[in-house]
């Protein structure tokens, strides 16, 4: 009888364990869009356990709601700017959530291609 606690990924790209810094903020409605001060405001701080190009599974110590929509900055270590992107929240639990991204700039996908690269040769 197979064992009920059985997990199946269902991830199109692997996981690999970084702790990086993640700026984010959940987009609501068009005016709190329309408010760069009110964005500001509500921005947190927080970091990554892991990550992939699919997404990554953030610490937060605010409750994420799944469907909920995240503008994300990711800080690389040796990169200067920080890599833009919106991700979905996926599933959540208290400690934060698994995000899928749904939008990047394609240099943002790269450079993050390149820094998962040297981790998985360097592991």
């Known amino acids: 009888m197979p064992d009920a606690n059985m997990f199946v990924e269902k991830r199109a790209h692997p996981r690999i364990s970084a702790k990086i810094h993640v700026k984010y903020r959940l987009i609501e409605d068009q005016k709190e869009i ?4 009110e964005l500001r405001k509500r921005e947190q701080t927080s970091q990554s356990m892991d990550l992939s190009l699919g997404g990554l599974y953030l610490v937060s110590e605010q409750l994420l709601n799944v469907g909920s929509i995240l503008r ?36 943002d996908r790269e450079a993050l291609k390149a820094y998962l690269n040297r981790l998985t040769v360097s592991s």
């Open 72 to 107: 994300l900055d990711l800080s690389l270590p040796g990169q200067s700017d920080p890599l833009s992107a919106f991700a979905e929240v996926v599933w959540a639990n208290p400690t934060g959530g698994g995000l899928r991204f749904l939008a990047m700039k394609e240099k």
């Open 34 to 37: 329309d408010s760069v001060f």
